[in-house]
C-alpha cells in the first residue's frame, strides 16, 4: 500500500490509475490524515470468475465433438 496527499493524487491521477489497475492499493492523504484509499475495482473480478465458471460448466457437460487425428507432442512440437 502506498500513500500520496490529495494535491499529488489530484495532479498525477493518470499515473495512479495506471498503478491502481496493475493491483496497487493507495491511501490518499490530506493535511497528513488518511481520508480515502483508492484500490482495484473487486467488482468485475467477481463477474469474470462467475462468467467463467459458468462456461467452464457448461463446457464440461457438453458432449465432446470431432475427432483428434494429432498427438500432444505433434501440437506443441518446437
Given amino acids: 500500500m502506498r500513500t500520496v496527499t490529495a494535491a499529488d493524487a489530484n495532479r498525477q491521477f ?5 498503478e491502481v489497475a496493475k493491483g496497487e492499493v493507495f491511501t490518499v492523504l490530506s493535511r497528513g490524515k488518511p481520508v480515502a484509499t ?3 475495482s473487486k467488482s468485475s473480478n ?3 470468475d462467475k462468467a467463467k465458471n459458468c462456461l467452464l460448466t457448461r463446457l ?3 458432449a465432446t465433438t470431432g475427432v483428434r487425428h ?3 507432442e505433434e501440437l506443441y512440437s518446437d
Fill in 46 to 48: 467477481v463477474q469474470r
Fill in 70 to 72: 494429432w498427438t500432444r
Fill in 60 to 62: 464440461r457437460n457438453q
Fill in 14 to 18: 493518470s499515473s495512479v490509475l495506471r
Fill in 38 to 40: 483508492i484500490a482495484p
